[in-house]
């Protein structure tokens, strides 16, 4: 089946270069920071982690939206989603890679990464962390493959695929969990110190990913001859526009208890996003466009018209992704140092060789999604044939 | 040429297996060699609950210096200054307000607010960093150390989201190339680190192993501004000192037990 | 076979490739490695545990005293002889060999290691 991915049209090839292009720019940038430690990006004692983390963050929401479309194929036989699960569990395994990529590029000695292996320890959550989303890799990896190239001989999949299948919903949501993890079992940090972490991540990775999904079903009818089809793409709508709404929910319940409670900890840290702290507040912009933008976006959603149309449901999904990719991907994380543990700021801001990376990973991760979903659109097209 | 490309590579593949399980078993042979054996050093001070009670009545500049200046100099720490904020620091001081944040109030008493107060890593008995770490490149000791293993760490930095007290520092750069770039590291003794690892107070745990008292402590011992010992020896200096005087730990409420007392 | 002649053809360019290092040591081959001992190494005749011993699995050991000295605070070594010494490669082990660049860095420069060791533990100074 990868045979399929070797040939493809003029402007296949030419994303094909560009991306590999930014990956070779982010390979740069990395061997850079390899060699002069990471000192080359903008964290600091205080913010000691930076966008690495928050990507990787808001990626395994992306990574975890698979199940979105397979849980309602496989459990409840919505037959509309049978086109597209390969593209979710196809999206899932690029992100994946996303997130272990940040990962990876955020390490202090990346060449010592192997020692969570050998010295595993069940009460790190980081731990747990590698586990899931590496088991979430081979899931899908396993599943994709095998669901697809037996679509392309126009037979079963094996039988022994259907337990994976059913194993990757709950794994799906576990990375997730996990991740939220993280951040929601320290002591030290009010600002993620919030039960509903989890939740929140859910909820936002429910809305972001399938929202990414839409885009590129959308991109996908009109570069091949393969459609999605109308009726799963507004299914997934519908899907992203009640876990925006849920998402916005969750975001106002916290600073409900924030600031009814009226408890120092608990409000500096949306004060620090909204208004700005004690004269710093270089997140104050990106803050108010994520709200700006999601409000606008399930606005839109809510509106049948708005929602049918696709050019403008393409317009909301942009507007779902991006202000989610602002909420999980940059403030949430940054948010979480500040103010640090002495009640004083610093604040964060990542630097050339930090973005360099940072688009490096995003571009490889393209170029492994360009390439998985060539071959999922090829067999697509030929067994339509 | 099907069927025996598949043989071939059925037979490739078994007899990697079994030259690497011989291989395997010739390494552990030599693994097992001697009769060596290790011993710690019966100099060495040896407790149950090691604790630091600091009388903030006797800092001042000139005391914190020497503490600062002992530890620093002979765990060969580099000094950047604050420039952005990348500063690696074992042992510092600070106001009342960023010691015990929340605690503080307009009305403070006027010597309180200027006290320069001795902050480090307090080696909490339930230590939030221990909890995260995937590789225990930090773990707590049985004498209560919360001690660290530059040559494990990842340096992935959970260790330092997870401290309340700002405790720990992690090397952005390589000290070697920067700071030691033009000068000898002042300790010979003892190692320097690298970029990318995490590193801390580790409460002198290579001079406890040798009967010597943190450096810390010792540079202070004329006005005893530090104490050390034991708190589960109910005869230990520690346990005297709290019995007598009244003394608060850093964010207590959050439950991590930290071993460093202040008497107010 | 499809395409006999570029897949024959890849195959040599390959093999060359793959074993050109030994080709090339074949035709010339640089100097052995000769570790010189220090003058106090020199009159304390024996290493910690015997020379073969040594040359074979210093690294091993060293991996070890790492273990034992850091993670379980056993800073002393009984060796196979009964002598105790102290568990450091600093202070210890670099204390007798204390020249660095005739010693150590012979065999490894020749084997292409760069163990990573002296990125934080201190070498002696060497008089040059």
Known sequence: ?385 | MERSRRSFLKILGISTLGLGTLSSVDLLAKAGMGKAEFAPDPKGMTGKRWALVVDVKKLDEDTTQKAIEACHLIHNVPDYGDEDNEEIKWIWTDKYEHAFPGTEHEYLAAEIEEKPFLLLCNHCANPPCVRVCPTQATWQREDGIVMMDQHRCIGCRYCMAACPFGARSFNWKDPRTTYFKDKEPPNPKYPTRTKGVVEKCNLCAERLAVGEMPACVEAVQDSKAIVFGDLEDPHSEVREVLHEHFAIRRKPELGTNPNVYYIV | MYNKGLVITGIVIFVVFFTSPFLIGLVKSGPPPEPELSPKAKLAKQCVEAKEYMVESHMQMLNDWRNEAVREGKRIYVATDGKEYTVSLQNTCMDCHSNKSKFCDQCHNYAAVNPYCWECHIAPKEKL
């Not at chain 1, 393409?314 to 940054?334: Q, R």
């Open chain 1, 1 to 385: 089946m990868l045979e399929t991915a070797l040939k493809g049209s003029k402007k296949y090839w030419i994303l094909i270069g560009v991306l590999f292009g930014l990956h070779g720019m982010g390979a740069t940038a990395f061997l850079y920071q390899l060699s002069k430690g990471l000192t080359v990006t903008g964290m600091s004692r205080d913010v000691s982690w930076g966008i690495y983390i928050a990507q990787f963050t808001f990626l395994v929401g992306v990574a975890a939206s698979a199940v979105m479309v397979v849980l309602p194929y496989y459990l409840h036989n919505v037959k509309e989603f049978g086109k597209i699960t390969i593209l979710g569990e196809f999206l899932a395994v690029a992100a994946v890679n996303m997130c272990l990529m940040f990962i990876l590029v955020d390490l202090g000695k990346p060449m010592r990464m192997l020692n969570v292996i050998l010295h595993p320890t069940p009460n790190s959550i980081l731990f747990w962390d590698m586990v899931v989303l590496n088991g979430y890799l081979f899931l899908n990896i396993i599943i994709g493959w095998m669901v697809l190239s037996a679509e392309r001989k126009e037979v079963e999949p094996p039988k022994w695929v259907k337990p994976l299948i059913y194993l990757s919903i709950p794994w799906a949501v576990s990375i997730h969990t996990v991740t939220a993890f993280l951040y929601a079992g320290l002591p030290g940090r009010h600002f993620w110190l919030t039960a509903i972490m989890a939740a929140r991540f859910l909820a936002s990775a429910f809305a972001a990913g399938p929202a990414l999904l839409i885009l590129l079903c959308l991109i996908v009818r009109k570069v091949s001859k393969f459609d999605p089809g109308k009726e799963a793409i507004q299914k997934v709508a519908n899907i992203v526009v009640y876990a925006m709404i849920i998402s916005i929910f969750f975001v106002v319940l916290e600073i409900f208890t924030a600031f009814y409670s009226q408890i120092p900890g608990h409000m500096h840290g949306f004060v620090y996003t909204f208004v700005g702290l004690h004269g710093h507040g270089n997140l104050v912009p990106w803050t108010w466009a994520f709200a700006v933008m999601a409000v606008l976006a399930t606005l839109m959603l809510l509106c049948p018209p708005l929602r049918k149309n696709e050019k403008t449901l393409a317009i909301s999904c942009l507007l779902v992704f991006f202000s989610l990719w602002i909420e999980k991907g940059i403030t949430l994380v940054i948010t979480g140092f500040i103010p640090n543990p002495f009640d004083t700021i610093t604040e964060y801001v990542p630097t050339l060789p930090e973005i360099a990376i940072t688009i490096g990973v995003w571009a490889t991760g393209f170029l492994i999604l360009t390439i998985l979903y060539k071959i999922a659109v090829s067999v697509k097209e030929e067994i339509a044939s």
